[in-house]
């Protein structure tokens, strides 16, 4: 997993409730990536991170936020769950500068699979 | 609107024989073509990338091509095994012009099942 990890792996939480899941990476990666993924779609971009402070929204960031304090941790937080948000959430690392068009390769945590009832 | 689309949806295949799997994207300005592998409960796997002036790439069994004049790519899988099942995702990079990160538009997979 290119020393990605993501944490908790597991989470059931009643709508409502406020959430953060946490992604920590070991490579000093600049970029870091958060993604949802759901039945009959593909892999979709929340937010990310091209450096500490600098994040940036992706296609379906309503309702959550980002915070990244340090170069190897980038947390997810939702700060009233509702049920949409039940889904798996992949953390990602670029292993490049993230130039346009540069054939970086991403590398994805093994996912937290979140439910909110 | 820039999209990416996986046919077939699912594939069931015995152990020992071949497959291919199609992916069709639109995504404009276009940078690279990625193909990932995605084993049940866990993330994707990058199994190979090229960029546009690309038409091949192998890595081991796994063989993907590149037409990016008719916007399609396939991966072919040879001598399928049984830790083959899993999902395939073809992503397709816009080129982001701002210099920042390209943005990865995912296709929704192609799930394959190894049947001994």
């Known amino acids: 997993d290119a020393g990605i990890t993501q944490s908790p792996r597991h989470k059931v939480t009643e709508t409502g409730t406020p959430v953060t899941l946490r992604c920590h990476q070991t490579?000093?990666?600049?970029?870091m990536y958060w993604y949802r993924q759901d039945p009959g779609h593909g892999l979709r971009l929340i937010h990310y991170?091209?450096?500490?402070?600098?994040?940036d929204k992706g296609e379906v960031s309503d309702g959550y936020s980002v915070s990244r304090s340090k170069t190897e941790d980038f947390l997810l937080t939702l700060e009233s769950a509702t049920s949409s948000q039940t889904s798996v959430y992949f953390c990602?690392?670029?292993?490049?500068?993230?130039?346009?068009?540069?054939?970086?390769?991403?590398?994805f945590g093994p996912g937290t699979r979140l439910t909110v009832t | 609107k820039n999209q990416v689309e996986q046919s077939p949806q699912s594939l069931i295949i015995l152990e020992g024989k071949n497959c291919t799997l199609q992916?069709?994207?639109?995504?404009?300005?276009?940078?690279?073509l990625r193909w990932y592998k995605q084993d049940t409960g866990r993330g994707p796997v990058s199994l190979t990338i090229?960029?546009?002036?690309?038409n091949t790439k192998s890595n081991g069994r796994y063989t993907a091509t590149l037409d990016a004049d008719t916007k399609q790519s396939s991966l072919h899988i040879t001598a399928s095994q049984l830790s083959d099942s899993a999902s395939y995702i073809c992503?397709?990079?816009?080129?982001?012009?701002?210099?920042?990160?390209?943005?990865?538009?995912f296709g929704q997979g192609t799930t394959l099942q190894v049947k001994p």
């Open positions: 490579e000093n990666h600049r970029y």
């Open positions: 990602a690392i670029t292993s490049g500068t993230g130039l346009a068009g540069g054939a970086y390769e991403q590398y």
């Open positions: 991170s091209y450096g500490v402070k600098d994040t």
């Open positions: 090229m960029t546009f002036s690309e």
């Open positions: 992916c069709n994207y639109t995504v404009s300005p276009f940078s690279n």
């Open positions: 992503v397709a990079t816009e080129t982001s012009g701002s210099g920042n990160t390209g943005k990865l538009i």
